[in-house]
């Protein structure tokens, strides 16, 4: 059995359901999770569907690799948040249409609804465009994520952290949501924005939200 067989086998089905929920198309995401010595990591251009547990790439911080697969060409800022955040233990990078669609106007996602406090502040912001797979993209994100969760890429999508992998997924789901309902409220008119104390409020109130595995999936009702 390959090391980490559950975790190979997680991020598959995690893949496999973000493009079910439409929130990813075809190849263009990826996921790394954390393990012991380094990363998991996607392949570089393997489909989804035909993905198998031996395709999911381990990857140490100095960027070494082994496997009969290439990682993904975004393992750049995979690596440097898993260097840099140790209190991360999954990076989820989508190309989901809303995201997308707002970075290619080079907006940030402001605080149209309270859900964004799951992001840990009043905005996702949205990093300068750059070329995919560079230094310098990795360099902006982990800048962004200094103190959020998500962030946008102009003209290319989003990431989005977590402490484990179906944290960072429940997150991406919720990012998506935002971006999808701020593009709607802005067809119709200006969307109001809640203050910057009432996040901080929410965000309280999420420290203690419901019981046990409930906690880390915060929102009302
Ligand atoms: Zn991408």
């Excluded at 251009?45 to 395709?55: L, S, T």
């Excluded at 750059?130 to 003209?155: E, F, H, M, P």
């Excluded at 309280?204 to 419901?210: A, D, I, P, V």
């Amino acid at each position: 059995m390959k090391d980490n067989e559950d975790i190979r086998r997680e991020i598959i089905t995690t893949c496999n359901f973000m493009n079910d929920r439409n929130i990813n198309q075809g190849t263009s995401g990826n996921i790394s999770v954390r393990v012991d010595g380094g990363f998991l990591i996607t392949p570089s251009g393997v489909p989804y569907a035909e993905m198998q547990p031996d395709d999911i790439v381990f990857m140490k911080i100095d960027a070494s690799h082994s496997g009969p697969r290439k990682p993904s060409t975004e393992w750049r800022f995979h690596r440097d948040i898993m260097e840099k955040k140790p209190e991360v233990g999954c990076t989820i990078h989508l190309h989901s249409m809303f995201c997308t669609s707002l970075s290619i106007l080079r907006r940030e996602i402001p605080a149209v609804h309270y859900m964004i406090a799951a992001v840990g502040g009043p905005t996702v912001p949205c990093v300068p465009y750059v070329t995919w797979g560079t230094q310098q993209l990795a360099d902006y994100i982990v800048d962004a994520l200094k103190d959020r969760l998500a962030c946008l890429l102009s003209n290319h999508g989003m990431v989005c952290v977590g402490p484990n992998l179906k944290r960072a997924a429940w997150l991406a789901v919720e990012v998506e949501a935002l971006a999808a309902q701020y593009w709607r409220a802005l067809q119709v008119g200006v969307p109001h924005v809640l203050p910057d104390a009432e996040i901080a409020n929410v965000m309280e109130r999420f420290k203690n939200y419901g019981q046990g595995d409930d906690r880390r999936n915060p929102s009302c009702c």
